[in-house]
C-alpha cells in the first residue's frame, strides 16, 4: 500500500500544531518538510527551529527534503532537531555518497533526490547505499505546480532496477501529485506520494488519503 506524506508547505504554520494533528488522524503515514536556501532553490521555507518546535508535538516520521546547497553542512543539525528520513539532492554536492554516509550515521533513513532535468541513470552507483529515492515531479522550489509527466519514466526504471539487482530502496515522488497524478506514479512502482497543495486545499484531510491510495 502506498504512503502519503502531506508536504508542510502548503500547511497553514499560524496553527502549525493543529495541523500536524490533522494530518496525523487523516490517515497519512509521513510528514515531508521542505527545507530550502534561497540558493539551490528561489525561494526561501522553513528550517531548524521549526523542525525542532514539531518533533516536541508529534511522533510522525519527519521526512526532511533539503533543497540547499552544501547539504553536508547542515546535515549533522537536521538529523539532531528530530528527521526521520533526511533527502539530499544529486545536484547539490559532489559528494553524493559521503553525504549518504553522513546521514547513515545519525541513524535515520537516507534518501538521494534527483530534479526533472537529471538523468536517473546517474543514481546507478549510489542505489545500493540508500534507503530511499525521491523523484521531483516538478522543478523544486514552489508548491501548486503542474507534474511533469516525462518524470514517469524514471520512476519505472528504478522499480525495474531494484527488482534486477535485489535492492529495496523506496521511491518517493514529490512535486504535482493529486488523484490522478498520483495513480500515475502508483502504476509505475512509487511508493510514498508527496501531496502539498492537493492534500491540504480539502477541508477534510481524510479524503485526499483516501483518493491517493485509490481506496
Ligand atoms: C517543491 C517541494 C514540494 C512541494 C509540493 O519544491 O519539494 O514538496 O511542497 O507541493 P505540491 O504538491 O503543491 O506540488
Ligand atoms: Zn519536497
Same mark, same amino acid.
Given at each position: 500500500?502506498? !504512503?502519503?506524506?502531506?508536504?508542510?508547505?502548503?500547511?497553514?504554520?499560524?496553527?502549525?500544531? %493543529?495541523?500536524?494533528?490533522?494530518? !496525523?488522524?487523516? +490517515?497519512?503515514? #509521513? =510528514?515531508?518538510?521542505? /527545507?530550502?536556501?534561497?540558493?539551490?532553490?528561489?525561494? #526561501?521555507?522553513?528550517?531548524?527551529?521549526?523542525?525542532?518546535?514539531? &518533533?516536541?508535538?508529534?511522533?510522525?516520521?519527519? @521526512?526532511?527534503? =533539503?533543497?540547499?546547497?552544501?547539504? *553536508?553542512?547542515?546535515?549533522?543539525?537536521?538529523? *539532531?532537531?528530530?528527521?526521520?528520513? /533526511?533527502?539530499?539532492?544529486?545536484?547539490?554536492?559532489?559528494?553524493?555518497? &559521503?553525504?549518504?554516509?553522513?546521514?547513515?550515521?545519525? $541513524? !535515520?533513513?537516507?534518501?538521494?533526490?534527483?530534479?526533472?532535468?537529471?538523468?536517473? *541513470?546517474?543514481?546507478?552507483?549510489?542505489?545500493?547505499? /540508500?534507503?530511499?529515492?525521491? #523523484?521531483?515531479?516538478?522543478?523544486? +522550489?514552489?508548491?501548486?505546480?503542474?507534474?511533469? *509527466?516525462?518524470?514517469?519514466?524514471?520512476?519505472?526504471? =528504478? $522499480?525495474?532496477?531494484?527488482?534486477?539487482?535485489?535492492?529495496?530502496?523506496?521511491?518517493?515522488?514529490? +512535486?504535482?501529485?493529486?488523484?490522478?497524478?498520483?495513480?500515475?506514479?502508483?502504476?509505475?512502482?512509487? @511508493?510514498?506520494?508527496?501531496?502539498?497543495?492537493?492534500?491540504? !486545499?480539502?477541508?477534510?484531510?481524510?479524503?485526499?488519503?483516501?483518493?491517493?491510495? +485509490? %481506496?
Amino acid at each position: 500500500m502506498v !504512503k502519503i506524506a502531506p508536504s508542510l508547505l502548503a500547511c497553514d504554520f499560524a496553527i502549525l500544531k %493543529e495541523e500536524v494533528t490533522s494530518v !496525523k488522524e487523516s +490517515g497519512a503515514e #509521513i =510528514l515531508h518538510f521542505d /527545507v530550502m536556501d534561497g540558493q539551490f532553490v528561489p525561494n #526561501i521555507s522553513i528550517g531548524l527551529p521549526i523542525l525542532e518546535s514539531l &518533533r516536541k508535538v508529534t511522533d510522525m516520521t519527519i @521526512d526532511t527534503h =533539503l533543497m540547499i546547497e552544501n547539504p *553536508e553542512q547542515m546535515i549533522d543539525l537536521f538529523c *539532531e532537531a528530530g528527521s526521520d528520513m /533526511v533527502s539530499v539532492h544529486y545536484e547539490a554536492t559532489n559528494h553524493i555518497h &559521503r553525504a549518504i554516509q553522513q546521514i547513515k550515521s545519525h $541513524n !535515520k533513513l537516507a534518501g538521494v533526490v534527483i530534479n526533472p532535468g537529471t538523468p536517473v *541513470e546517474l543514481l546507478s552507483q549510489i542505489l545500493v547505499d /540508500v534507503d530511499f529515492v525521491l #523523484i521531483m515531479t516538478v522543478n523544486p +522550489g514552489f508548491g501548486g505546480q503542474g507534474f511533469i *509527466e516525462s518524470t514517469l519514466d524514471k520512476i519505472t526504471w =528504478l $522499480n525495474q532496477y531494484r527488482k534486477d539487482n535485489n535492492l529495496n530502496y523506496e521511491i518517493e515522488v514529490d +512535486g504535482g501529485i493529486n488523484d490522478q497524478t498520483g495513480k500515475l506514479c502508483k502504476d509505475q512502482g512509487a @511508493d510514498i506520494l508527496v501531496a502539498g497543495s492537493y492534500y491540504f !486545499k480539502h477541508e477534510d484531510y481524510k479524503e485526499p488519503v483516501r483518493k491517493l491510495k +485509490g %481506496e
